[in-house]
């Protein structure tokens, strides 16, 4: 999960946040 984290986290800064 951790590459997901990345997209996540240019994508939506918000949403990784939240996790």
Same mark, same amino acid.
């Given at each position: 999960?951790?590459?997901?984290? =990345?997209?996540?986290?240019?994508? =939506?800064? =918000?949403? +990784?946040? +939240?996790?």
């Amino acid at each position: 999960m951790s590459h997901i984290q =990345r997209e996540t986290s240019c994508s =939506r800064p =918000r949403l +990784n946040s +939240n996790m």
